[in-house]
Every structure is written in C-alpha cells, then in structure tokens.
C-alpha cells in the first residue's frame, strides 16, 4: 500500500499510525495466538535434522581410507615424508 502525503505533517501522523497499528499486531499475536510459548519435548521430538555426510563417495573413501593413512606408516616412513 502506497500513501501519498501532501505535507510532512500527513507523513508523521500516517508513520505513527502505521506503528501503532503494528505495535497492536505484534502484541496480539504473542498474547492471543500465542506464538511466544515454551519449546516442550513433543516440538523437540518433531525437530528434523540431517546426519553429517560426505557430500558424494570419493570424499568418504578419502576420509576413511587415506586421510588417516599415515597411521599405517612407521615413525621412520613419516619422517621421511614429512
């Protein structure tokens, strides 16, 4: 919704008007509707997460098998290498 005032005067009373009505909104849905309320143990249960993955299967061959590789090696071998 556009409001054309014609004066600064028209633009501050349609600002605090404006807030009143959302000061109004705001305070009727928290007490009415109740949109501030506890987060109770069936809402938790509902909550949806998604496990940790590797994003395709090179990278969890990798993280599996080479990544931790230098375990496989003696401390002769790694100082060698690093």
Not at 47 to 62: D, E
Request: aromatic share 10%; with cysteine.
């Amino acid at each position: 919704m556009i409001v054309v005032a014609n004066n600064m005067k028209e633009a501050c009373q349609y600002l605090e008007e404006k807030k009143a009505r959302n000061r109004a909104n705001r305070i009727h849905a928290v007490n009415i509707d109740g949109l501030c309320k506890s987060f109770t143990s069936e809402d938790y249960k509902q909550v949806k997460t998604k496990m940790k993955g590797a994003a395709n299967r090179k990278a969890k061959t990798f993280s599996v098998t080479k990544y931790w590789g230098h375990y496989n090696l003696t401390n002769k071998e790694i100082k060698e290498r690093y």
